[in-house]
């Protein structure tokens, strides 16, 4: 063995076991990481079950062709080969082995293990896997009244359900170390519970760590309450024999499996009828809830193209004003340029002015340029005439001697 216990908290819908198995998670009990979703006006404290672990069991019960609510589940279970679950059987093994690889203790929990714990069993068998059970009986009338409530069962359906849950969790109870007790008991004394409990499993929990774990409860969980026995019932007689302090019996709960199939046996019709119209009714409230889903997310989609759509808007509106920002920045510079236009054209006129007076002006230089060059030929001619004439008297003079 692998020193590895799995729990299995099992008992029948609306029987208690959310709060049973929240309270173990409050203990230190590993119960994984990904459960169902909580219904605030049906569970608001969680119902506890792993996502896993319910789609396994509901892909279980489709191939056997039933539901959480048919008669019949584990006869049909029973009867079923060894190639039609092989799928389950590997998405099985690999949720323990990777849901609590590294837990050697934790718990499960999903009303449909009571009636497919010949499928479980050999699962947790070939794991080395040891199990142990913590089973909760709730009285069967207060069970079908909280289910007419929450589904609108007939209670001839939810009073048989709870028998086939029952006598199938009983039996089991018998095959391993096991636990049961009542809703009753469970409600008015948590702790007394989870100390018991925590004996089963080998918990080393103080009163304090109890005390504490075991406010998880409220009372005001049970919403139906009913002491109401009728004689000869079956459902009535199976919920007085299990919540005995006595015991129970495999010979006890044989007889009360005779008496059960008695009583069945002349609303067979009225039952296989009755399982068709919910089958229906669940696939038109599955079909409901799809369209609710689709219905949630355009209305998420809606809310999303709004939000970025008023995002854009106001990007929009950023963007418009630096338009007319830079409109009025363009128009201002239109304006300066149109100025520094005028003020060209004006140092343009200017220029020219200056330049047509250069022009005059050097015009005026050139001519007296010109007769400057004229006095300078002039003064040259004369600085010759008088070197001539000085050269001419010397030579004179030289000839008079």
Same mark, same amino acid.
């Given at each position: 063995?692998?020193?590895?216990?799995?729990?299995?908290?099992?008992?029948?819908?609306?029987?208690?076991?959310?709060?049973?198995?929240?309270?173990?998670?409050? /203990?230190?009990?590993?119960?994984?990481?990904? @459960?169902?979703?909580?219904?605030?006006?049906?569970?608001?404290?969680?119902?506890?079950?792993?996502? &896993?672990?319910? !789609?396994?069991?509901?892909?279980?019960?489709?191939?056997?062709?039933?539901?959480?609510?048919?008669?019949?589940?584990?006869?049909?279970?029973?009867?079923?080969?060894?190639?039609?679950?092989?799928?389950?059987?590997?998405?099985?093994?690999?949720?323990?082995? &990777?849901?609590?690889?590294?837990?050697?203790?934790?718990?499960?929990?999903?009303?449909?293990?009571?009636?497919?714990?010949?499928?479980?069993?050999?699962?947790?068998?070939?794991?080395?896997?040891?199990?142990?059970?913590?089973?909760?009986?709730?009285?069967?009338?207060?069970?079908?009244?909280?289910?007419?409530?929450?589904?609108?069962?007939?209670?001839?359906?939810?009073?048989?359900?709870?028998?086939?849950?029952t006598l199938s969790a009983a039996q089991f109870c018998l095959q391993v170390p096991s636990l049961s007790f009542t809703f009753s008991s469970f409600l008015s004394q948590p702790d007394n519970t989870?100390?018991?409990?925590?004996?089963?499993?080998?918990?080393?929990?103080?009163?304090?760590?109890?005390?504490?774990?075991?406010?998880?409860?409220?009372?005001?969980?049970?919403?139906?309450?009913?002491?109401?026995?009728?004689?000869?019932? /079956? !459902?009535?007689?199976?919920?007085?024999?299990?919540?005995?302090?006595?015991?129970?019996?495999?010979?006890?709960?044989? &007889?009360?499996?005779?008496?059960?199939?008695?009583?069945?046996?002349? @609303?067979?019709?009225?039952?296989?009828?009755?399982?068709?119209?919910?089958?229906?009714?669940?696939? !038109?409230?599955?079909?409901?809830?799809?369209?609710?889903?689709?219905?949630?997310?355009?209305?998420?989609?809606?809310? &999303?193209?709004?939000?970025?759509?008023?995002?854009?808007?106001?990007?929009?509106?950023?963007?418009?004003?630096?338009?007319?920002?830079?409109?009025?920045?363009?128009?201002?510079?239109?304006?300066?340029?149109?100025?520094?236009?005028?003020?060209?054209?004006?140092?343009?006129?200017?220029?020219?002015?200056?330049?047509?007076?250069?022009?005059?002006?050097?015009?005026?230089?050139?001519?007296?340029?010109?007769?400057?060059?004229?006095?300078?030929?002039?003064?040259? /001619?004369?600085?010759?005439?008088?070197?001539?004439?000085?050269? !001419?008297?010397?030579?004179?003079?030289?000839?008079?001697?």
């Amino acid at each position: 063995m692998t020193n590895k216990v799995a729990v299995l908290v099992l008992g029948m819908h609306r029987s208690g076991t959310s709060a049973v198995t929240g309270m173990l998670g409050a /203990a230190g009990v590993a119960l994984g990481s990904e @459960f169902i979703d909580d219904i605030s006006d049906v569970n608001k404290k969680g119902f506890w079950e792993h996502k &896993q672990l319910v !789609a396994i069991n509901e892909s279980i019960l489709e191939k056997l062709g039933k539901n959480w609510f048919s008669l019949g589940v584990e006869q049909a279970l029973v009867s079923a080969t060894s190639d039609l679950l092989a799928e389950e059987k590997q998405r099985a093994f690999d949720f323990i082995n &990777q849901e609590f690889a590294d837990e050697s203790l934790f718990a499960l929990k999903d009303p449909r293990l009571c009636l497919l714990l010949p499928f479980w069993k050999p699962i947790f068998k070939q794991l080395e896997i040891e199990i142990k059970v913590v089973n909760l009986n709730r009285a069967p009338a207060e069970v079908a009244k909280s289910l007419g409530k929450r589904d609108h069962f007939p209670a001839l359906l939810a009073r048989y359900l709870w028998i086939e849950h029952t006598l199938s969790a009983a039996q089991f109870c018998l095959q391993v170390p096991s636990l049961s007790f009542t809703f009753s008991s469970f409600l008015s004394q948590p702790d007394n519970t989870l100390s018991a409990v925590s004996d089963l499993l080998g918990l080393s929990l103080d009163t304090g760590a109890i005390l504490e774990a075991a406010s998880f409860v409220e009372q005001g969980l049970r919403h139906h309450q009913s002491t109401e026995l009728i004689d000869g019932d /079956a !459902a009535d007689n199976l919920y007085h024999l299990v919540s005995a302090e006595s015991g129970v019996t495999d010979s006890d709960l044989q &007889q009360q499996v005779t008496a059960y199939n008695q009583q069945k046996a002349p @609303f067979s019709a009225y039952l296989s009828a009755l399982e068709t119209v919910f089958i229906d009714l669940n696939h !038109a409230v599955i079909s409901a809830q799809k369209l609710g889903e689709q219905h949630c997310q355009a209305l998420m989609t809606i809310t &999303q193209r709004d939000n970025e759509l008023q995002a854009l808007n106001t990007q929009l509106k950023a963007l418009g004003e630096e338009h007319s920002y830079a409109l009025q920045v363009i128009t201002e510079k239109d304006a300066s340029i149109e100025g520094l236009l005028a003020t060209k054209a004006e140092l343009e006129k200017q220029n020219q002015e200056t330049h047509k007076r250069l022009v005059q002006e050097g015009e005026a230089h050139g001519h007296a340029l010109t007769i400057i060059t004229q006095r300078e030929q002039e003064y040259s /001619a004369l600085e010759n005439l008088s070197v001539a004439r000085f050269a !001419a008297k010397k030579i004179k003079r030289t000839l008079d001697k």
